[in-house]
């Protein structure tokens, strides 16, 4: 049983409760797919935003959320998976919803309220797109300074990213 307030949107296992869903961990959509591993003693949960928290069609939005459980520490991860040439779009999906969306706010709130210690978030921007640092300056002005791990992937690779790799 999941200990926020979107239980009925953590992944469960592959497209449950949601297409987005990647087994317990994970998340896929257009042939990208990333997941966090646990090590020992750790949990995490991967959350279905975009479509399940997130229904509005009009609204900015990233695709998943992963919280990451270790001792004295949580970590919220915000996940956009961009198969797209607009990756600045991507940083702006990711900012809007870490800034503006009262959903991922309302989990946050809680997060912080029963992290017995250190609390971080931080966006992960996975794309098949190599952006240049004039392009990654210019997303970073626009979403204000906002912390995003850029990963670039291969559309369809059979690799599985694990962003355990990538934590700041």
Known sequence: MASHPHSHCV???????????LGSNGFQENEIRAQLLPLRGERVEAIAFD???ATDQNSLRCDGLMVLRRRGQTDLLLVELKN???AEHGYQQLYHTAHHRADYQAIRRHEERNTPGRFSH???LITTKLITTLERSRAERRSNGFMVNVIRVQRGSSLMLNL????S
Do not use: K, S, V
Not at 11 to 21: E, M, Q, R, T
Not at 164 to 167: D, E, F, T, V
């Open 122 to 124: 931080q966006g992960f």
């Open 164 to 167: 355990r790799y990538h934590l």
């Open 84 to 86: 797209t040439r607009n």
């Open 11 to 21: 992944c469960a296992g592959d497209g449950n409760p949601h297409a987005l869903c």
């Open 51 to 53: 479509g399940c928290i």
